[in-house]
């Protein structure tokens, strides 16, 4: 008697299933197919297969999956044989299979169609599997939305439709996230950000998408028709999020987005790179929060990239130079110090600080240089010092992210050893440190600082909001008053002058020095000496001056005069 099992049915049952089914339906038809090999064998009407699953495969949040297969139109009794299998997440599998009509299954006949509904269920978990395997590759396990690879999928789609061009990529990032983690904690922090999504994609229309990248990050591509009404649905977001005794919390949910306008012949890698600039330039800006991209915007990326790539060969190759400004006494206009500023020859051509300064800053390259430039500094009054000048006291710019180093004022003095330099030489100048979030790290530093004798300074005071604080908690021996308080003197501004004559007569009565820079008028400086601001820094006495220029101004008798 031949097996059923190794009959010329089932082993044709067993072949429809080579091919992976993308979805139900699909699995349906080849179930159908299947059964057709084996129903006359066991005397097969009909089978039904009903899951249902917590998070179906096919539905992120939930929904049942079922469907019916019916192999012929002969009938089937309605007396099915009931089976039933537990899913790996705790789902539920329910297999009814009916005997054709007019016939009772022996219990030999049970046996097969037992084998034959749990071969049934074998099948369907592996195409859920399989499913499952598919989905996690374009789908966000967390949010139910697109991840990348679904965003790039859908995007390649719409290019290779000629449809891309039709839509707007946007980068978005929820402003103030981590406040709703720290609120209400990680757990209900991803209920937000699920729900945030849900909405977002309910709010979407037909060939748009909503795809998270990480975190707090997505990306959606909007019709360009629909983008600004969609900025206005980001910009007035809401989530409710269910607590603890029926109790409901609202957040707001605005976002920060750049905004890029695709082009005919645009790929979803210019897209990607286009959004990603016009959010950068978006996070920085303090009065919008949205930016669309511009082309000079590409370029200015360009450039940072350049520097950054170059930066360390220009250290190498010595390509950077120092200037020294020198700062005067404003009551016989004689030298008194000088300001070290850094400038960048590359093949020949001067590159202006702000071109590379602001891009050293953001990536904390700038410490490098600025330990480059203190040993040229020391170094060069090594020389004055040897050849018999005297020198006078060198400020130095450092940046406020050498303050995250703690062994910054070791380091600083291992330099100033170095050389033999006596420390009243060396003055650091930190940039207005009012937004400095470890103030004990920076008065720590100071009072190093001047227990060892060197001097330190706050560069730019005035420009940020917790100016006084400085004067009161912290112990530095020089307040460079910014630029911009002597924009308006000529004008005789009476608030610029009322201000200014305070912050003086503050900083001295401290027994701190303070001085005042970008002076460019003799009116400038008479005002000045009204208020006993007793030294400045400007063009109306020098401009940056190179090394062989500065050191003419060391030798000769270092008095300026000041035309009125």
């Known amino acids: 008697m031949e097996c059923t099992l190794c009959s010329e049915g089932f082993q044709k049952f067993f072949n429809t299933f080579q091919k992976d089914a993308a979805s139900f339906e699909e699995l349906a038809s080849q179930v159908q ?49 009931k089976e039933f299998f537990l899913t790996g997440e705790n789902g539920e599998v329910t297999i009814l299979l ?35 395997m598919k989905r996690a590759m374009v789908v966000d ?51 937000t950000l699920r729900r945030y999504c849900r909405k977002i994609c309910d709010f979407l229309g037909e060939n748009e998408i909503f795809a998270r990248l990480g975190g707090d990050n997505f990306v959606a591509l909007v019709k360009k028709e629909h983008t600004e009404l969609f900025l206005e649905f980001l910009s007035e ?33 210019q897209v990607m790179n286009g959004t990603s600039i016009a959010f950068a330039i978006a996070k920085k800006s303090v009065n919008h929060d949205y930016i669309w991209f511009r082309p000079q915007m590409l370029e200015q990326t360009m450039h940072d990239k350049e520097v950054s790539a170059v930066f360390k060969q220009a250290i190498e190759n010595q390509e950077f130079i120092v200037y020294y400004q020198p700062k005067v006494t404003l009551a016989d206009n004689r030298l008194c110090g000088c300001e070290a500023l850094v400038r960048w020859i ?3 051509q001067l590159i202006p600080p702000m071109e590379f300064i602001p891009v050293l800053e953001r990536e904390g390259t700038v410490c490098a240089l600025d330990f480059y430039v203190l040993e040229r500094v020391c170094q060069d009054i090594r020389k004055w010092l040897e050849s018999g000048m005297e020198p006078v006291c060198v400020s130095v710019n450092f940046s406020k992210i050498h303050l995250h180093n703690q062994k910054l004022a070791d380091d600083i003095l291992s330099v100033i050893d170095k050389y033999q330099i006596e420390p009243r ?25 001047k227990a060892h004798g060197v001097n330190t300074s706050i560069d730019d005071f005035g420009t940020g909001y917790s100016s006084l604080n400085l004067l009161k908690d912290l112990n530095v021996d ?7 308080f002597l924009n308006h003197i000529e004008q005789h501004s009476k608030t610029d002058e009322i201000v200014i004559k305070n912050i003086v007569n503050m900083v001295n ?25 007793r030294m400045a820094q400007g063009f109306l006495f020098d401009k940056p001056l190179s090394l062989s220029d500065f050191e003419q101004r060391l030798s000769s008798h270092r008095v300026y005069q000041v035309i009125k």
């Open 33 to 81: 197919v299947a059964l057709s090999y084996v129903a006359d064998e066991i005397h097969l009407g009909k089978v039904t297969t009903k899951l249902k699953a917590p998070a179906s495969v096919y539905e992120p949040y939930g929904k049942e999956d079922e469907f019916t297969v019916i192999c012929w139109e002969q009938g089937f009794e309605e007396q099915p044989q």
């Open 98 to 132: 009916y005997p054709q009509v007019g016939y009772s299954w022996t219990e030999k006949d049970r046996a097969a169609i037992h084998f034959l509904a749990q071969n049934l269920f074998m099948i369907l978990g592996r195409s859920r599997l399989m499913s499952l």
């Open 141 to 191: 396990s967390m949010t139910g939305v697109p991840n990348t690879e679904g965003l790039m999928q859908f995007g390649g789609m719409q290019y290779a439709k000629g449809k891309l061009a039709q839509l707007n990529g946007l980068f978005i990032n929820v402003k103030n996230f981590k406040y709703i983690n720290q609120t209400v904690g990680a757990r209900k922090g991803d209920e």
């Open 237 to 269: 977001m809401q989530i409710e999020i269910p607590m603890e005794e029926n109790k409901q919390l609202r957040f707001r949910m605005p976002a920060k987005a750049g905004i890029y306008p695709i082009q005919e012949g645009d790929t979803m890698s």
């Open 346 to 348: 590359r093949k020949g």
């Open 425 to 449: 030489f060396i003055e650091v100048e930190l940039t207005e440190m009012s937004g400095y979030e470890d103030f004990e790290a920076l008065a720590a530093f100071v009072t190093c600082m």
């Open 478 to 484: 020089v307040i460079k008053l910014d630029r911009s």
């Open 509 to 533: 009565e401290l027994n701190m020095k303070v001085i005042a820079e970008g002076v460019e008028t003799a009116e400038q400086v008479e005002f000045l000496k009204d208020v006993n601001c």
